[in-house]
């Protein structure tokens, strides 16, 4: 049986663990503790998905804030030949990974390039607009990941070291409850995020006795913001009430506009959101994210706010949180960014 060891339980760490563990004797090796988003000042216990103000570390980072949007990348859109290559080497296994990912009953892929198409024609014949769409897809009804009893999971582990032997690692070692550990492996696989990733490479890299100091540069993130609000002519509701939502039964579809920049290429997407008012108060926005963002106790302080009753944010509770279709002509403008890649670097 092989041996394997996955450093970080994020989505990538935990889903790629618990398909290993099928055929291999698998180490499951997370910094944080379990069940725990440690933040300063702030401290999660049984975590779930969509509670922001997380320091993500402890069983998922960037996972804990996700909202499982199911967007196939295309490989045509990724300027780099070897992440391109990555990209369509991994097409096969597109539609399992999105089962996995709470998408039953269907074929992804084929969901995706169906739902995708019938999006452009509207566009295209409706608004005119020729640039093409993206498309998310939401299943309706999802679970947090969590980790198969098959793995052996280790938390708050610290001090991951690389013992090479003939140019291969032939063993991972780890402090962790207070002593040192060490674990002999096959295969070692690194999933600690974009922020844990960088460190754990360098590391992998010094102990091999070799260096590459661009580690982690290069970091595109993806800023978005609500940019303003529009009111659109009476018969392109229907289109645009398809963009902000499209209820496929076991999923919601929500759709962008592909925005170029003056380069020519694509930049940036567009989606909207149904809105009541053409009133644009940011007090308003802010309150918005809060409120979907925020649990428990949070949640209620938040549901007592005099903000609540604001024809846009009822809207919005309808509409996002109870996945109610509203009848609106009336849209927020939600817009995201590529941010460039700069020298900015994760260290
Ligand atoms: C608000 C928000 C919404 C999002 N919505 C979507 C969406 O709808 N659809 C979508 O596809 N994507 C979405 N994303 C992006 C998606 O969440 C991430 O791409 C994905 O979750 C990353 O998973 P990961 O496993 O690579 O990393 P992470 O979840 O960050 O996991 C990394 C893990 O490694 C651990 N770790 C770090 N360093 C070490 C170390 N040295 N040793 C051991 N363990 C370590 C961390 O503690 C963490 O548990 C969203 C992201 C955010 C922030």
């Known amino acids: 049986m092989k041996r394997v060891v996955v450093i970080g339980s994020g989505l990538a760490g935990s ?10 004797s698998v180490t499951l090796l997370e910094a944080g503790r379990r069940e725990r988003i440690a933040y300063p000042e702030v401290e999660f216990v049984n975590k779930d998905f969509g509670v922001v103000k997380t320091f993500c570390i402890g069983g998922g980072g960037t996972t804990n804030l996700w909202h499982n949007g199911l967007m196939a990348l295309d490989p045509e859109d990724v300027d780099s030949g070897e992440f391109r290559d990555v990209l369509n080497e991994a097409r096969p296994y597109l539609d399992e990974a999105a089962a996995r990912l709470s998408f039953k009953n269907k074929k992804y892929s084929a969901e995706y390039d169906a739902v ?3 999006m452009m024609r509207a566009v295209e014949g409706e608004i005119g607009f020729g640039d093409g769409v993206d498309c998310l897809l939401y299943p309706k009804k999802y679970r947090p990941l969590s980790v198969d ?5 280790l938390y708050g582990v610290s001090e991951i070291a690389f013992v090479h032997a003939k140019g291969c690692i032939e063993s991972v070692r780890y402090r962790s409850g207070g002593s040192r550990h060490s674990v002999h492996v096959d295969v070692a696989i690194i999933s600690a995020g974009t922020l844990g990733t960088p460190a754990v490479v360098e590391k992998l890299l010094s102990d091999a006795g070799q260096s590459f100091d661009r580690v982690g540069t290069g970091l595109a993130d993806h800023p978005m913001g609500f ?4 009111k659109v002519k009476k018969y392109l509701s229907g289109v645009f009430q398809g963009l902000s939502t499209l209820d496929k039964g076991d999923y919601i579809c929500r759709t962008a506009l592909r ?4 380069c020519g290429k694509y930049t940036a997407g567009v989606f909207f959101r149904p809105g009541l008012t053409m009133q644009n108060k940011l007090s308003i926005y802010k309150y918005k994210s809060m409120l979907g963002a925020s649990k428990g106790m949070e949640r209620i302080k938040n549901a007592f706010s005099p ?4 024809p846009d944010i009822l809207a919005e509770i309808y509409s996002h949180l109870f996945n109610v279709n509203i009848r609106s002509r009336v849209y927020n403008i939600l817009l995201i960014l590529e941010q460039k890649a700069g020298s900015n670097r994760v260290s």
């Open 259 to 262: 925005l170029k920049s003056a």
């Open 116 to 118: 995708r198409s019938d």
């Open 15 to 24: 889903l790629i663990s618990n398909e290993l563990a099928k055929d291999c």
């Open 149 to 153: 009893s098959k793995v052996d999971a």
């Open 227 to 230: 940019m303003g609000k529009i």
């Open 307 to 310: 903000k609540l009753f604001h």
